[in-house]
Every structure is written in C-alpha cells, then in structure tokens.
Nanobody, 116 residues
Framework: QVQLVESGGGLVQAGGSLRLSCAVS????????MGWYRQAPGKQRELVAT???????NYADSVKGRFTISRDNAKNTVYLQMNSLKPEDTSVYYC??????????WGQGTQVTVSS
C-alpha cells in the first residue's frame, strides 16, 4: 500500500522558518515528479512547488525566493524549506508524488500556521 507521510508542520511567527518532509513508502515503482500544494480554509488547493527526478523545480510566484524544494531520490523523500514565512502562508500543506504506472498520490496534509 502506497503511503506518503508528511512531517514538519507547526506554528511559527512571521519571518520564521519551517521545513516540511514527505516520504513515500510501500511501492517499488519509480517516483517521478514530487511536489507540495497547500489549501487554506475556503480556498482551492494551489501549487506551491514541484521537483522532477532530475531536480528541475517549479515554484508559485508567491513563494519564489522564500521556499526551496528538494528531494532525496534514494529515500523517495521530498522536502520544503520555508523561510521568511508570512501569515498568508498559513494553510494545510499536502505532499504529492507521481508514481510510474500508478498515478498521483497525496499525503494526509500537515498544518502550517504563521502568526503575525
């Protein structure tokens, strides 16, 4: 059974930092593009950042220069380093992973709250 397990969310003051992690387990299929999305109450889920197996990254304009996505292919793990956090970054953050043949899987979500 494929699982994406996220960790690292929490409460932080504006200007602070957090690091999210997401590990994929339960599969022998290749893990292709991985990413982070977020969803605030009453809003649609939105892209935060994605990263391919080769390391090509893509960021939402709202997080460019503040967030960094990275991955460890050997561990099927993706990270999101979030710096200079703002109250508007408050959301539930979801990890995603596209597995060859099986399609896209999602994590359970982790809450990030930034206080002003």
């Amino acid at each position: 059974q494929v699982q994406l397990v996220e960790s690292g969310g929490g409460l932080v003051q504006a200007g602070g930092s957090l690091r999210l992690s997401c590990a994929v387990s339960g599969t022998n299929f290749s893990v292709n593009t991985m990413g982070w999305y977020r969803q605030a109450p009453g809003k649609q889920r939105e892209l935060v950042a994605t990263i391919t197996t080769g390391g090509t990254t893509n960021y939402a304009d709202s997080v460019k220069g503040r967030f960094t996505i990275s991955r460890d292919n050997a561990k099927n793990t993706v990270y999101l380093q979030m710096n200079s956090l703002k109250p508007e970054d408050t959301s539930v953050y979801y990890c995603s992973a596209r597995l060859s043949v099986l399609g896209v899987y999602w994590g359970q979500g982790t809450q990030v709250t930034v206080s002003s």
